[in-house]
């Protein structure tokens, strides 16, 4: 079964700096998806950034980065330069392939920027 | 260009009384995905829908719960008899493809349905 874990419940951050949200994954399959999700306080689910299991470079859009390491299982979320609009919780998921084709979703972690 | 439409955004029902989400998801997806978010939690899995199909329904409650995506219209999430538990955050998804085609777009979220049962 798919498992997604996310150790942080909280995270703090200075405004302008970088922060990283883990991520770590179980599955047995090998065609898999990895994705990150914005929830701001208004509730909706933003997509931020997807890597696919075969993919070799690690995922980039504009500020996110996901540091994948799939010998680790990790797929981790790095924001760079953060801004005070990043205050969020974030969510990492994963969809496989073959298996179950819907999306399991981590617990998150609550993102807070400090000015 | 709508995206998946979620209605109603905000519910309120009373202990015992049935609530009803909708969903209609983009325009040519067939598959549904419904996702519950209890307060200051994840998105928890609850089933997975074709036209006039339920393929997977592992994260259904046995109970009260079911789900439905006619040949024609919006999914509809029903809720019978509700309990102060139900209330939560209610989430549509949709897609186009079932396999291989990965990515991050292949799979949108609508806004989402509060429900509150008082």
Redesign the interface.
Known sequence: AQKIT?TQPGMFVQEKEAVTLDCTYDTSDQSY?L?W?KQPSS???I????Q?SYDEQNATEGRYSLNFQKARKSANLVISASQLGDSAMY?C?M?E??N?????????TRLTVKP | NAGVMQNPRHLVRRRGQEARLRCSPMKGHS?V?W?RQLPE?????MV?LQKENI??E?GMPKERFSAEFPKEGPSILRIQQVVRGDSA?Y?C?SSAT???S????????G??S?LTVV
């Open positions: 996310q998806g994705f999700y509730g909706e689910m997509f931020l950034i997807y696919g969510f998921a969809r392939v073959y179950n084709n819907d999306m399991r979703f981590g617990a998150g | 598959h995905y996702y939690e994840g998105l928890k899995f997975y393929i997977d592992s955050a989430f998804a079932l396999y291989r990965f990515s991050g777009n292949t799979i949108y979220f806004e989402g509060w």
